[in-house]
């Protein structure tokens, strides 16, 4: 049904919402599952059920940014004026009530902006972000070689005692040629302070190696013998981890990441 909707309705919004309900499916499944007991085929299946959801928004992004931009129609034209003026004010927008109340406002406006263009964009494709998971991580493993993906996604596991969903974790799953292995690394919360604190570090010219060391321990302890061996890793980061940049953390002898591996 949700594929349904997504290829047969036009509005951002509504598209957005599908990817949003999609990730929160997935979320349940996950929270009910021991990962340290998964066959091989089962880790394979759960992992192209994870890349094939969590990239959804992305792929949709990225895809209304290109066809809008490839579009002479005058209505496209104005759209990209428009949506360029909307997001230079979003940037400006001050910390607090206030600019979360003006951000909610632009955004509001953006889609009115895109609106009259979703037609055209919608006969161009810009729905058709729906890729197959196993196509997706055929594709991985295909190019490879003896580099492994690292990748990482929020997910808000059910609470089924209080009828709700939990406290929102992060998985993580890790894919070479010959394995896969899907971890849990515990209350999203947790990492993201951690993440946040070494950043405010860094930023403001203070001492981090300590707060590096243990974004390391957060984020890479127990990780594949194939991983380890790899040559090449490719880290796919979900939520605040998108601001981490992993090569600066520090590997099992100290040493920076990027010294390590590429």
Known sequence: RLRTVGENVA????????????????????????????????SLELVMRVVETKGLGIRYAERFNRLIGLSSSPQAVEARRRLLEIESSMAELPDGQTGVIQFFMLASERWKVVAPVMQELRAAGIGDVFQDGAFLVSQARAVLGDGAIIGY??????????????????????????????TDLGVKNVVDKAVFAWRQRVLSSQPAAELATDLTRLLLTDLPITVKRASKWTVEPDGALNLLPFEALPAADGRPMLSTVD
């Open 11 to 42: 509005q951002p919004e509504i598209q957005s919402a599908i990817y949003g309900v999609r990730r929160l499916l997935l979320s349940a499944a996950l929270g009910n599952m021991d990962f340290a007991e998964l066959s091989s085929s089962q």
């Open 153 to 182: 996604m929020a997910y808000t596991p059910l609470a089924p005692s209080k009828y709700a969903y939990g406290s929102p974790h992060y998985l993580r799953y890790c894919i070479t040629v010959s394995e896969i292995q899907l």
